[in-house]
């Protein structure tokens, strides 16, 4: 029962500790933790509390939790480490406001203290974890920015006898770094960052060819790198070695065990972006046999959004109009029926059928004959679509192209 004992103890405890403990002012943060530990000991609801389990992670009372975890994180005990960095994911992963509270309340100190916890073997894999979480918002990532050169030196530049999981979560504080075109800046103007991301691809391929591989290493990694492609500077890195270009096609004609689906959208999205430019769809043409048979996989629409985005860079040249239409009969019959097939599909996606008007422009402009028949199917879906001026646009351009005589 509470009574005027209690009342008159509180205002004593007030008293002592007055804006020092309590508020979450940060003025004097040793005299906060200092205070909460103290709290803890003199007034636990049992009589004759025992000593604390130096081994313990007790949270701490209000913001004086992230000064906590983060005073543990540079510990001298290994589990107090580990054990502060396992109750950062859990707070991250339970709501995204832990993360900025984490980084104002402990005075920023708490990225240089999880970056030099990379460093320590029996730490790495879980700092990485906290970073990668810690990676969700703009504002933490932007902070973050200024360490990157330091984690990549420490762990990338070792791919080769760095365990799998490290590469992987690397990897991934890499993509996460990069969204922004500033943080893929940052990265790509990192001396051989580029090209050590490609051929630590390179190595976890020749690794694992001859069973699974790592899908989490694969499809971080080029999602990385087609982050970086954001960045102009990007393609000449990649290309003025066949790092990259050898890599694709190794991945392209791996046969057994079947390549997972969402290590293919990356890589064809990868085509896709090195084909923007003249110089990489001609390094890229080759890869169009191994990328075609992909448009049959209507029914994954992410996929196929990514395959007819690659066939339609790609067949801006006249090497790939050849290629289709003239070199490979098998391939031009199966390309005509998928350009005919597309027009009784309903997709979700509308800009799948855009990228086939644009590969059937492209195809066209080698040979129209085989497309006059969609001529009618054309007019059919300006009536269907005569509220969306894109499509709309781009089936005028496409009966222009069909029905132009020179």
């Not at 497309?371 to 007019?379: M, N, R």
């Not at 781009?394 to 009966?399: G, S």
Request: include cysteine; aromatic fraction near 10%; glycine fraction near 2%.
């Amino acid at each position: 029962m509470y009574d005027s004992h209690h009342e008159k103890m509180w205002d004593a405890i007030r008293k002592k500790y007055n804006n020092h403990y309590g508020s979450g002012v940060m003025q004097i943060p040793p005299s906060n933790f200092e205070a909460n530990n103290k709290h803890i000991a003199q007034f636990s609801s049992k009589p004759n509390p025992k000593e604390q389990d130096p081994n313990s992670c007790t949270p701490a009372y209000g913001s004086l939790l992230y000064t906590k975890l983060s005073k543990l994180t540079n510990s001298d005990n290994q589990i107090l480490i580990l054990k502060s960095l396992t109750s950062l994911q859990e707070l991250y992963k339970s709501d995204l406001k832990h993360i900025s509270a984490s980084l104002l309340y402990s005075e920023e100190d708490l990225i240089d203290n999880l970056v030099a916890l990379i460093r320590e073997e029996f730490s790495k894999v879980e700092s990485l974890k906290t970073l990668c979480y810690m990676n969700k918002l703009k504002f933490s990532r932007e902070k973050l920015l200024k360490s990157i050169d330091i984690i990549t030196s420490t762990i990338l530049v070792d791919y080769e006898t760095e365990k799998e999981e490290a590469i992987y979560l690397i990897l991934k504080l890499l993509k996460g770094a990069s969204v922004e075109k500033s943080g893929a800046e940052f990265i790509v103007n990192i001396e051989d960052v580029v090209l050590t991301i490609i051929k630590c691809l390179d190595y976890c391929f020749e690794k694992g060819k001859e069973g699974s591989l790592n899908v989490k290493i694969f499809k971080h990694g080029f999602v990385l790198l087609n982050n970086l492609l954001a960045v102009e500077k990007t393609y000449g890195l990649v290309l003025e070695e066949n790092i990259i270009i050898n890599l694709i096609e190794k991945i392209l004609k791996k046969k057994k065990p079947a390549m997972n689906i969402s290590i293919m959208v990356p890589v064809i999205e990868c085509v896709a972006l090195l084909s923007f430019y003249h110089e990489g769809r001609v390094k890229c043409v080759k890869f169009l046999p191994l990328i075609l048979p992909y448009l049959d996989h209507k029914e994954n629409e992410i996929l196929l959004l990514q395959v007819t985005n690659a066939v339609m860079q790609l067949t801006i040249s006249v090497n790939a109009k050849y290629l289709v239409m003239s070199d490979q009969p098998s391939l031009r019959d199966f390309v005509l029926r998928k350009c005919f097939e597309v027009f009784d599909l309903n997709l979700n996606n509308h800009y799948i059928f855009i990228n086939y008007l644009k590969i059937i422009c492209n195809l066209a402009e080698k040979e129209r004959k085989p497309f006059y028949g969609l001529l009618i199917k054309i007019e059919e879906k300006r009536v269907l679509f005569k509220e969306n001026e894109l499509i709309i646009e781009e089936l005028q351009n496409t009966f222009n192209v069909i029905s132009w005589k020179a």
